[in-house]
């Protein structure tokens, strides 16, 4: 391993102290290392701003593990930042001096302005998407609401509202009654609503989670059939369900993971609060937050080139795909879905970025068998970090491109959520088209097609005489419009 590609970023949080540890590959960042502990630091806070000394001991035999990794890091790779629990402690400095001399490395107290604008940068360097966005991060003792568009963050604040401190004030002994979410609620609306004037006028385009919260409430909503957005009547709806369970520690939502079940009461009167008072209607959960703010802070080269692309480019980098072929798929994929468009309704939830992106990398499976290349191409996929894709999007991508050949896996279809089934049938249909038309690999033989579709009917239309020309490809797309059959999807060769 080469040191000096290697990087480490270290956030010691109100709730969790995290170290993540990078290198650069083929372009792209490639996680290596996570350690993750539960501090509670925030817990440890009394009345006075007193940072107790169990406190101050969890945080530092935390540390204790973090600095044996950190050996292996060049110093000036490494970057270690405190949040709101540090800013607020008097006693700060007693941590301080024997956290950096267990590290060996300063640590940087930040405020709550700079951890919001790198917060917005972490979501968005992670982003595919340039569109207006807001951004919330909610952590153990402060929670922050930025706006901003492309990589720059507008309007952003830290207001002193987490999801350690809400436990411990609204949800005493764990219990689990709606009187104490709709006190944990009203007092987070209390704080939003002293800010909320700031952000009225920004018109952002999308909304976007980057906490733990999030992250429990998205794992929730999929297990349990619904798709990775979240609304306010959902966020209601597991509510009721976390308080049929009145303790904390009987609660047990399907979905919910048990090192998130802590502190998700008081995260979720938050979120509710923050929809309230912001009048959110949709959030997803971003690619990143603070850490990778602060890890492409070291690498700005990395930050010129649209995260998604610079995903599929490390992709065929690593597992030297043919890129001149691909491209040629891909754009036979454009051709025919630009076609079928209109009547497909391609233009939702960037179908077509997902089938070009897919059709990009659909022969990663070759680098281990030709045979069953699609399967192995999806098992890869699937297990892959795909920085620019959200969960939705690249299980839809592993559909696509489990499905460009061969038998349709109708498993890897269903999987999708509700509202995109129907979406990846379609792409697939697509892209199996397109590779059949491509198999030759070359430029010059690839036929002028025109498709139309009617429903689920697709209809192809080639140049005459071009099946009788090319027996080969024509044996290849009747024995498609075989498998389409099966499947209940008609294609008629014209």
């Not at 997803?284 to 480019?313: D, F, H």
């Amino acid at each position: 391993m080469d040191n000096n590609t290697s990087y480490a970023v270290v956030d010691l949080g109100s709730n969790s102290f995290h170290m993540m540890i990078a290198q650069v590959i083929a372009g792209s960042v490639q996680i290596i290392g996570r350690v993750k502990r539960k501090v509670r630091l925030a817990s440890g806070l009394d009345s006075n701003m007193m940072l107790s000394d169990e406190a101050m001991q969890r945080g530092w035999e935390c540390l204790n593990l973090f600095a044996e990794r950190l050996q292996d890091i060049p110093r000036q790779n490494i970057k270690i930042s405190g949040t709101a629990t540090l800013r607020l402690a008097t006693n700060v400095d007693t941590f301080l001096v024997n956290a950096e001399r267990i590290l060996g490395h300063s640590i940087e107290i930040i405020s709550g302005e700079v951890e919001a604008q790198t917060i917005y940068k972490g979501a968005a360097y992670t982003s595919s998407s340039d569109k207006k966005k807001l951004v919330v991060d909610i952590g153990g003792a402060s929670t922050e609401l930025i706006a901003g568009e492309g990589h720059e963050p507008k309007i952003f604040c830290s207001i002193n509202v987490g999801c350690v401190t809400y436990l411990e004030r609204y949800f005493p002994n764990g219990r689990l009654s709606k009187a104490n979410f709709s006190n944990a609620i009203a007092a987070a609306e209390i704080e939003i609503n002293k800010v909320r004037d700031k952000y009225n006028d920004f018109n952002w385009q999308e909304e976007v989670g980057a906490s733990g919260t999030v992250q429990a409430i998205q794992e929730i909503l999929m297990a349990q059939g619904f798709d990775e957005v979240i609304t306010l009547a959902r966020l209601e709806t597991i509510q009721a369900q976390a308080i049929e369970y009145e303790h904390l520690e009987k609660l047990a939502i399907k979905g919910l993971v048990q090192e998130r079940r802590h502190v998700f009461p008081s995260g979720l009167a938050i979120l509710i609060a923050i929809f309230k008072q912001l009048g959110l209607n949709g959030m997803t959960l971003a690619g990143g937050a603070l850490r990778e703010g602060q890890l492409y802070s070291m690498l700005p080269e990395l930050t010129k080139l649209n995260v998604r692309q610079r995903t599929i480019n490390s992709v065929i980098a690593r597992y030297h795909i043919d890129q001149a072929h691909a491209q040629r798929v891909a754009d036979v994929c454009i051709a025919i879905a630009k076609q079928t468009q209109p009547g497909w309704n391609l233009a939702q939830f960037e179908a077509i970025d997902m089938l070009r992106s897919a059709a990009l990398v659909h022969e990663i499976g070759l680098q281990v068998s030709y045979k069953d290349q699609q399967i192995h191409a999806s098992y890869l996929l699937a297990n892959s970090n795909l920085p620019g894709f959200t969960s939705a999007q690249k299980k839809l991508l592993t559909a696509i491109v489990r499905n460009h050949r061969d038998d349709i896996d109708t498993n890897a279809i269903s999987q999708q959520t509700s509202t995109s089934v129907l979406l990846a049938t379609r792409l697939i249909r697509i892209i199996r088209l397109a590779v059949i038309l491509s198999l030759r690999r070359s430029d010059e033989v690839l036929p002028e097609i025109k498709v139309s579709v009617e429903q689920e009917k697709l209809s192809i239309h080639l140049p005459e005489g071009w099946l009788d020309k090319n027996p080969l490809s024509a044996a290849e797309l009747q024995q498609e419009a075989s498998y389409q059959g099966v499947q209940g999807w008609q294609l008629i060769l014209v």
